[in-house]
């Protein structure tokens, strides 16, 4: 019984509560640079001014890598089991809210439109061994000719 109470007091002490450190960011798009070249964009889907749509465009954009110029994958080095066994130099690239509004922009620009009406973006998360994070983001809304 003795044996019991201490296993059992034991397994309490071991598997206490954990507390996680807290952690706090502020993600921050600026329309600044849009509205200075003449593109309008709001997170509003209703406007004050006569307007003709043209599009729904949404992108996305996600953390990863991006090989540097020049260092390419020899034939040798791909394996058809495994994929690419590759060893060269990379760069990893940090996706941003402000990525996926600039792709979102230049689509938009692309197809002709001046501004943006109900602008839409959202976080896109991933969980890994319990954590969970921003692993990119995506941007929607409303091309139009104004």
């Known amino acids: 019984m003795k044996n019991l109470i201490y296993t059992s007091i034991l397994l309490l002490l071991l598997s206490s509560c954990t507390v996680k450190q807290m952690?706090?960011?502020i993600i921050t798009v600026d329309y600044r640079p849009y509205s200075q070249s003449g593109f309008f964009i709001t997170e509003s889907n209703s406007v004050n001014f006569e307007y003709t749509p043209l599009s729904n465009v949404q992108s996305y954009i996600s953390t990863g890598y991006?090989?540097?110029?020049?260092d390419e994958i020899p034939k040798k080095e791909i394996d058809n089991v495994y994929g690419n066994r590759y060893e060269g130099k990379?760069?990893?690239i940090s996706a941003t809210a402000q990525k996926a509004v600039d792709l979102?922009?230049?689509?938009?620009?692309?197809?002709?439109?001046?501004?943006?009406?109900?602008l839409k973006i959202t976080p896109i998360y991933s969980t890994s061994s319990g954590f969970s994070?921003?692993?990119?983001y995506s941007a929607s809304g409303m091309a139009i000719k104004r």
């Open 66 to 70: 991006e090989k540097e110029k020049g």
């Open 23 to 25: 952690a706090s960011s």
């Open 104 to 118: 979102l922009v230049d689509n938009a620009k692309s197809q002709g439109a001046n501004a943006i009406i109900n």
């Open 90 to 92: 990379i760069k990893v």
């Open 133 to 136: 994070f921003i692993q990119g």
